[in-house]
């Protein structure tokens, strides 16, 4: 387990974003209902996690039973798409592609990614064109 800092904005001080340290298994179920409220579905949210780290669905599913923390989860995943750069817009009130933290650029990108989802939005436009 490894913690990632940013800073506060007072007076340089460091401290770990809350949600580094959450369990990825904590967050998952809140995507999947947020997708489901939305008339989607679980395998479409897993099909966008997998696209955006490079787990197969094995590898996913033993990440949430392990109950690894958010940072971890980011950085044990096998390789982040490069097609996220393509993931512009805002969520949760901010521009995903101006947050400077890398852990927290990558998070916002999954919300976004399923924001989109629940937005009825055709999956190969959330894949930034790519098939799963």
């Given at each position: 387990?490894?913690?990632s800092i940013y800073h506060d904005g007072n007076e340089g001080i460091e401290v770990a974003h809350r949600i580094y340290t959450m369990p990825f298994a904590r967050v998952y179920p809140s995507y999947v209902a947020k997708a489901e409220r939305k008339g989607r579905t679980k395998d479409e949210v897993d099909t966008i996690i997998r696209w955006l780290t490079?787990?197969?669905q094995t590898a996913l599913d033993r990440q949430i039973e392990a109950n690894v923390d958010v940072e971890t989860f980011f950085h044990d995943a096998p390789v982040m798409n490069d097609d996220r750069s393509?993931?512009?817009?805002?969520?949760?009130?901010?521009r995903v592609e101006e947050v400077e933290e890398p852990l927290m650029r990558e998070i916002r990108y999954l919300d976004k990614l399923i924001d989109e989802l629940a937005k009825g939005k055709a999956m190969t436009k959330i894949l930034r064109g790519s098939e799963m």
């Open positions: 387990m490894r913690h490079g787990y197969d393509l993931i512009k817009g805002v969520v949760c009130g901010v």
